[in-house]
C-alpha cells in the first residue's frame, strides 16, 4: 500500500508532500516532498498514539461522580463498586466498547493497568487469567495493540489492615503467585504482557523485587505519589518517599514507568531520571491530585507517555494539550514542550513495550492517524499547530499495524460502539 | 413551535420529558414529565450558551504560537501583528466565520470586547464606528446575538509611555471622545452595546469614571489582574490593587465584570461582591495566567461567567469543564461547582446584558442546544453528567431566539464556516 499524504508528521515535526508506503504491518519507505499522486490521505497524518495507562471500566463512571464533591479517596469508592461487579463477560463487553472508542480517538495501543483479577471474595476463575483473556479479546475485536500490564495487588495500604470486599477480588495472596498466574497468561495477536505493582501501597516492599524480577526486560508500572497521603504513609512506614523506595529495591531504571508522578521531591526527580512516566492529565484534573513537575522530569532524563487513566476523556489531542497547558498554568509561562515533544509523547508506544511502533520512519510499524485539517477547531492553524488544536472529533482514519480500523470517522469493525457503551454500562450500576 | 425534549436541562438541572413552546422569539410553556409527542428533540437540550469575553481576532493565532515560548507578553506581540493588518472588510469576514464556529458550539450570544476602533496611526474610518458594524453584520450573518463591549483603550501602561503602532489604533484619544464616538453606534438587529475599560493599564484612572457613567446600567467590562505584572504596577502607581482602585472609582457592582479575576487578594476577592468575574479558563490555560479563585469569588457573592476569548479553543463544554477542572488542580479535591452551577455560569447572558436569555423557562429567549447523549463521549454518562462529558464536537442544533441556525451539526446560513477561516487568516498572516 501506498499512500501520499497532504501532511505527515515526521520525527522532527511536520512535512508537506509524503509518500508512505507500506508492506504488511510495517512503514517500508517514507519520502517527504512528493508531488501528490496515487492514494490520498488529505490532513495531516500522525503517527498512531499510545495509551500508556489504561483501567478500561473506570470508563462506566463518566459523567456519574461530578455531583458528589469529595477526593480521590471518596471517588475510589465508587470506582470499587463498579469493580465488584465485574465479570469476565461483562468485561469483555464493556472494554471492546471503550477500546473501541479509544481507536476512534487515535490510540492505536493501550498499556492496561489490570488488577481485577478474579472473582468474588478472591476466588480465581476456573482459569485464573479469564479477565486477562477477557481483555484481549475485547483489544482483538477492536483492532487496538494490547499490552495487559498484569498488576500486582496485595494489600489495602501501608499500615497494613484487611483488602476490602472489591480489593479482594485484586489479589493473588503474594507475588510469588501473582508471578505464577501470569506466566500462564499468553494472549494471541497484537498482544504483549507487562508488568505493574499497583503502588507501594498495595504491594509490601519486600515482595516488590518479584514483580520486577518476572518483568525482565518487559515493562514494568507502578502508580507513583499520585496523592500526598501516600507519600506520607511511605514516609511514616518507611522513612523514604515511594520513589526512594523504589531506587532502594532497584526497581527503577529501563522499562520503569511511574504513573502520575504528581507530587515529588527534587530528590525523586533525580531518582527518576532514566525511567519513564505516565502522565494522565484529564485524569489528573478529574480526580484533583495536582500538577506534577512534566518539564523537570523530562529535563532530568525521564521518558515521558501518556494515558487516559480513568477515561473522563478518551483524547490523546487533550493529553497532550493538557501536560502542556497545565505546566503553563504551574508556571506561568507559555511553551515548555515543543509540538513535537508532545506528539512524541502522546505516540510513545515504548512505554509499554512496543518500541517499534510511533514514528512514520522506515521500518516502524504502520499506525497512523489521520487529521482533518479543514475543520472549525483546525482551520487556520498551521501543520505545527494542528495537535493542539484538533480533538478526538477530528480523527477521520486510523491504521493499526497495517489494517485501516477507522475510516471517515466510523470504526469498521464495531457497528455502534456509543450504544455498546450505553449499554453495558446501564447493566454495571 | 413546540419541540419534545427526551431531556432538557432546566434552571435546578435535567428534567426527563419536557415540552417546550416556542413562541416568535421566546419560550412560552415549559412542562416537564410529558409523555413523547410530536417534534422530538433527542438527546439533551441545553439553554444557549453565552461566549462573554471574546476578541474575535485572536483566532488568527489558533496552532500558530506553540513553538515559540515566551510569556503573555510575547504572545501579545503577534496578537498585535494581526491586529494591525485587520480592516472593516477583512474583519467581517473574519468575525463572521468565528462566529459561525461559535454558534455550531452551542453559543448563541457573544460578549466582544472590541478595541481595533480606527485604520492606522489611529485614523478614523470614514465611519468611526466601521469596525464595529463590521462585527454587527458578522454576528449577524452567523447568527448569534452581539453585544459589542466598545472598549476604551488610551495608554499602553500604567507607567506611561508612547502607545506602540498597533494600539494607536485602538486609541479614541481621550474617554470623551471614546463615549461620543460609542454613543453614534447604533447596530441593528440581535445586537446590544455594552462598554469596556481595557484595563488600568490601558485607561489613566481619572477617565475610569466618564466610560462607567457612559455606561449607565449596560454591561461595564475590563480585563482584571490577568497578569502579576498588571498588579505590581498598579501597586507601584496608585498604592492599590486594580480591584481596589476600581473599587475606589466607584465601577465595582452590579454591570461591572471582572475579566479573568486571576491573581486576586482576599481583600480583591470580597470587594468584587456584587459585581461579575468572567473566567476564560482555556484561554488562560494557553497564556500561562495562572488559576483563579473561581469558588472563592462565587461564595464572595459574585456571578461567574465564562468566555473563550482568545478563541485558542471554542467550545463552552471545555470552558465549564475547565472551571471546575483547574479549581480541582488547585484544590486537590473534587466537586467545587455543581453540575447546573457550571452550566448557568456557561450560560449567563445577563453577564453581557441579555438577562432574559439562558433559562429553559417560560418566559425567556428561546436559545437552545441540543447535545447528541449517544455519542461515544457521552454514552452512558447520566443527564447530569452530560456537560462535563460532552464536546463542542456534540452539538447537534442550536436555536437562537427562536430560530434554527444549526441543524444536524451544520450550520444553516454559512454553509463551510471553516473554509472560510482558512481563507481570511491565510491573508492575514
Known sequence: MRFW????????????????????????????????????????????????????FHRALRGRTHADGGTFWTWRERMYAVAERLDPDSYLRLARAVYAEMVLAGFTSVGEFHYVHHAAEGKPYADPNAMGYALAQAAAEAGIRLTLLDTCYLTPGLEGGELSRAQRRFSDGDAQRWASRVDDFRPEGLARVGAAVHSVRAVPAEQIPVVKSWAAGRPLHAHLSEQRAENEACLRVHGRTPSELLADLGVLGDGFVGVHATHLTD?????????????????????????????????????????????????????????????????????????????????????????????????????????????????????????????????????????????EGRHLRIDRPAAELAAVIEELL
Not at 499522486?37 to 500522525?46: F, K, R, S
Not at 508532545?342 to 510513545?348: C, E, K, Q, S, Y
Request: proline content about 6%; charged content about 20%; hydrophobic content about 45%.
Open 5 to 56: 499524504c497532504e501532511y505527515a508528521w515526521l520525527p522532527d515535526g511536520p512535512a508537506a508532500g509524503v509518500a508512505i508506503t507500506v508492506d504488511g504491518s510495517r512503514i517500508v519507505s517514507v519520502e517527504p516532498g512528493v508531488p501528490r499522486e496515487g492514494t490520498v490521505l488529505a490532513g495531516l497524518t500522525l503517527p498512531g498514539f499510545a495509551n500508556a495507562h489504561s483501567h478500561a
Open 267 to 407: 530528590k525523586d526527580v533525580a531518582l527518576l531520571g532514566g525511567s519513564g512516566a505516565c502522565f494522565c492529565p484529564t485524569t489528573e484534573r478529574d480526580l484533583g491530585d495536582g500538577i506534577g513537575p512534566a518539564r523537570q522530569l523530562a529535563d532530568a532524563g525521564v521518558m515521558l507517555s501518556l494515558g487516559t487513566d480513568s477515561h473522563a476523556v478518551v483524547d490523546p489531542f487533550a493529553e497532550l494539550l493538557a501536560l502542556e497547558a497545565d505546566e503553563r498554568l504551574a508556571a506561568e509561562s507559555r511553551g515548555h514542550f515543543t509540538p513535537t515533544e508532545l506528539v512524541a509523547a502522546a505516540a510513545r508506544h515504548e512505554a509499554i513495550g512496543w518500541p517499534e511502533v510511533g514514528r512514520i520512519a522506515e521500518g516502524a510499524g504502520a499506525d497512523l492517524v489521520v487529521v482533518d485539517t479543514e475543520s472549525v477547531r483546525t482551520a487556520g492553524s498551521e501543520p505545527l499547530g494542528v495537535p493542539l488544536c484538533a480533538t478526538a472529533a477530528d480523527v477521520r482514519d486510523v491504521m493499526v499495524a497495517g489494517e485501516w480500523v477507522v475510516r
